[in-house]
T-cell receptor, first 113, second 115 residues
Framework: EAQVTQNPRYLITVTGKKLTVTCSQNMNHEYMSWYRQDPGLGLRQIYYSMNVEVTDKGDVPEGYKVSRKEKRNFPLILESPSPNQTSLYFC????????????FGDGTRLSIL | AQSVSQHNHHVILSEAASLELGCNYS??????LFWYVQYPGQHLQLLLK??????LVKGIKGFEAEFIKSKFSFNLRKPSVQWSDTAEYFC?????????????FGTGTQLKVEL
């Protein structure tokens, strides 16, 4: 089944403790991206990747890192999480870019205390 | 800053009522435009898209949207809503210049359709 898989689905952690949210897709998509969804602010793009080893900042990249060492994986890294990064995070992928239909994961709800 | 605005945050309609959800963007150049929908408990999915050509585009489930370049708008419409249209709707813009690989979403509109 074609899907985008995120882990974990839920995480409660403390300020400053490094964490990684994994994202994997099985559709051989080139374009992958991360979003955060906050009430009243909609989805905001954090980072995106056009292909392996090609990543770029979205609209709200501060406090986040990403890597794209393999085509299928696009982890989101919070080196020193802070409470303002408490949010619902979505990973998405598409065949070749933002002009293609985006396939979204189930979401990861992060709470930073 | 460049942005995508959805002015209706919550809309409540009765079944069979007509729907129009507003979307305005502030990018000056050429853009690709999208509407995505998130049904309760489901993933976001593409409803329709506009790249070029006929400014009136039709999507799935009877939805359509009209691109008005002079107004920087891409409003979503449906002549007669159903209870199953209850969902959150997001407008999204992919600017082709100055960030051609970004996808910026609006704040979303929560639609509730009552029986």
């Amino acid at each position: 089944e074609a899907q985008v898989t995120q882990n974990p689905r839920y995480l409660i952690t403390v300020t400053g403790k490094k964490l990684t949210v994994t994202c994997s897709q099985n559709m051989n998509h080139e374009y992958m991206s991360w979003y955060r969804q906050d009430p009243g602010l909609g989805l905001r793009q954090i980072y995106y990747s056009m292909n392996v080893e090609v990543t770029d900042k979205g609209d709200v990249p501060e406090g986040y890192k990403v890597s794209r060492k393999e085509k299928r994986n696009f982890p989101l890294i919070l080196e020193s999480p802070s409470p303002n990064q408490t949010s619902l995070y979505f990973c998405a992928s598409s065949f070749s870019g933002p002009n293609q239909p985006q396939h979204f994961g189930d979401g990861t709800r992060l709470s930073i205390l | 800053a460049q942005s995508v605005s959805q002015h209706n945050h919550h809309v409540i309609l009765s079944e069979a009522a007509s729907l129009e959800l507003g979307c305005n963007y502030s990018y000056g150049g050429t853009v690709n435009l999208f509407w995505y929908v998130q049904y309760p408990g489901q993933h976001l999915q593409l409803l329709l898209k506009y790249f070029s050509g006929d400014p009136l585009v039709k999507g799935i489930k009877g939805f359509e949207a009209e691109f008005i370049k002079s107004k920087f708008s891409f409003n979503l419409r449906k002549p007669s809503v159903q209870w199953s249209d209850t969902a959150e709707y997001f407008c999204a813009v992919n600017p082709l210049t100055g960030g051609g690989n970004k996808l910026t979403f609006g704040t979303g509109t929560q639609l509730k359709v009552e029986l």
